[in-house]
């Protein structure tokens, strides 16, 4: 099994925003000095220790959401609303 480098990552902060970064990602937990901060990291150190090979999908509240799968989602969501065609082009333009 692969063992980590030297040391585990640790929470920093940006704005006001926790992230940890591991091999030059980074991976927002949520508002700095919140408890569902502190959680969310908690579990990043878990998949980190269970497979450090294999990125850790970190989501706050306990759920773990991919941002192409947000996007998707809302994209589905303004689709289904009886919006201007040029509007539908922006949001899907703007989400890439």
């Not at 508002?31 to 269970?50: C, D, M, N, Q, V």
């Not at 991919?66 to 989400?95: C, P, Y």
């Amino acid at each position: 099994m692969p063992k980590l480098k030297n040391r585990l990552p640790k929470m920093s902060r940006d704005r006001n925003q926790a992230f940890s970064k591991h091999n030059g990602k980074r991976y927002y937990h949520g508002k700095w000095g919140t408890p569902e901060a502190e959680k969310s990291y908690k579990r990043f150190l878990a998949a980190l220790l269970e497979s450090p090979v294999l990125p850790p999908q970190v989501g706050n509240d306990g759920g773990d959401s991919l941002v192409s799968e947000i996007a998707t989602a809302f994209l589905a969501h303004i689709e289904s609303r009886n919006m201007d065609k040029t509007d539908l082009g922006h949001f899907r333009t703007a989400i890439g």
